[in-house]
């Protein structure tokens, strides 16, 4: 019952594909009768537990729970019933409601419990981000490396991060995000890996007790197209492009009315902005000036066009719009989550950036859009104007726990 452990790491152990249940137990009398209560994810829990549902579903609120089918007959508690709960060594009062009954085929001591959420239970018993103790599978020999690290490294990765584009034969910086779980100093390498589980670099480092840091890791590729970069099981996706390569953003927009004037950049190899460009839309050619960007009439007439954007010494690019009475002139806009892969210990960062490509003054509501609902922010831009929106991570359904296997997606309307 003294028993004080970090619930987060049961999250942590799920990220890492060993199923793991952060739990917390205390004793409850109902009518006379004692029982034993244990606060934990219903999902987790029976992950490893061996347990099913025999009637009624898992909890979905923190005022519901599952009982043990032997505590339901010995309490004669029905799907439906509701059971006051008391404090354990933290004063407090709930009434949860009996959603499920459960059956626990591998340890017949847990079909004389009652499951409640991990949250309510802490609130009764723990108090918030604690519980009594963290249960696991049966671990392979893999597995229990990544439970029991080896002595002096206590050293966990929590994301990893580069560039979306890098050009190719060019050095450039890969951030490993990194923490020490002890409570004293502890020494990791980090070995970043490239396609085919190739070591493109290795360094050591050394971590106060429980200190984050981010490593910055310089790398080369030689080979163009996409490729994955990884550190313990950890990976971001890098576009390698060829150095003499022009490119249009893709974030222009793709439909536009007819006659429509808009402000089309191209961009170089290096991700500045050329001058000297020539861009040809239909029969109409344009060229970008010394910030790298055309002033270009659309057709007047609806249809598919070609964008070309062309310059001695460069390889060319095109792309499509299409020309439509009534569409809507939308803003340019280049949304990024950074890392792109996480844990319970991540901490993810948004990053919203918008344009004006029309030569007039727009108004715009943007909304953003995610597992947990819609924020939404107004935004008004001159002609040409670029401009970053501040969303907290929160409001963009990243915060900074991630259930186990699960992939949270944010995308602007």
Do not use: C
């Not at 839309?281 to 057709?299: C, K, R």
């Amino acid at each position: 019952m003294n028993s004080r452990v970090d619930a987060g790491t049961a999250e942590l152990l799920r990220s890492q594909g060993i199923n793991a249940s952060a739990e917390v137990i205390y004793a409850a009398v109902r009518d006379g009768q004692p029982y034993m209560v244990r606060g934990a994810d219903y999902d987790a829990f029976a992950s490893v537990s061996d347990t099913r549902l025999v009637r009624g579903r898992a909890p979905q609120s923190l005022d519901e729970g599952v009982i043990g089918r032997q505590l339901a007959s010995t309490l004669d508690v029905e799907v439906g019933d509701t059971i006051v709960l008391g404090g354990s060594v933290t004063p407090g009062v709930r009434r949860v409601t009996v959603v499920g009954v459960f059956d626990a085929q591998g340890d017949s001591t847990l079909n004389d419990m009652l499951v409640i959420p991990l949250e309510a239970a802490q609130g009764l018993a723990t108090g918030s981000g604690d519980a009594h103790i963290i249960r696991t599978e049966d671990l392979s020999e893999a597995q229990r490396a990544l439970v029991e690290p080896a002595e002096g490294s206590g050293v966990v990765v929590t994301g990893v991060d580069a560039p979306s584009r890098v050009p190719l034969g060019e050095s450039f910086t890969v951030n490993v995000s990194l923490r020490n779980l002890d409570e004293t100093q502890a020494r990791s390498t980090v070995v970043l890996e490239g396609a085919n589980n190739e070591t493109l670099a290795r360094q050591s480092v050394t971590l106060g007790p429980e200190e984050e840091r981010e490593l910055r890791i310089p790398v080369t590729l030689s080979s163009a197209g996409t490729t994955t970069l990884g550190v313990e099981g950890y990976t971001t996706r890098v576009q390698v492009f060829d150095p003499s390569a022009l490119s249009i953003p893709s974030e222009l927009p793709r439909r536009a009315p007819p006659g429509a004037t808009m402000i089309v950049p191209v961009e170089a190899p290096n991700g500045s902005f050329l001058s000297g460009v020539e861009v040809t839309v239909g029969s109409e050619s344009y060229t970008t000036d010394g910030q790298g960007v055309a002033i270009v009439s659309l057709p007047s007439e609806p249809g598919t066009y070609t964008i070309t954007a062309e310059r001695q010494g460069f390889a060319g690019t095109t792309r499509e719009i299409r020309i439509e009475e009534g569409a809507t002139r939308q803003l340019s806009v280049r949304l990024s989550v950074t890392p792109k892969v996480g844990n319970a210990l991540t901490k993810p960062t948004v990053d919203i950036q918008v344009g004006n490509p029309w030569d007039r003054r727009l108004n715009r509501t943007l909304v953003l859009v995610s597992p947990e609902g819609r924020t939404t922010r107004t935004v008004e831009l001159a002609a040409g104007e670029v401009a970053r929106v501040d969303v907290p991570t929160t409001e963009a359904g990243l915060d900074e726990r991630f259930p186990r296997a699960s992939t949270k997606s944010v995308w602007i309307q």
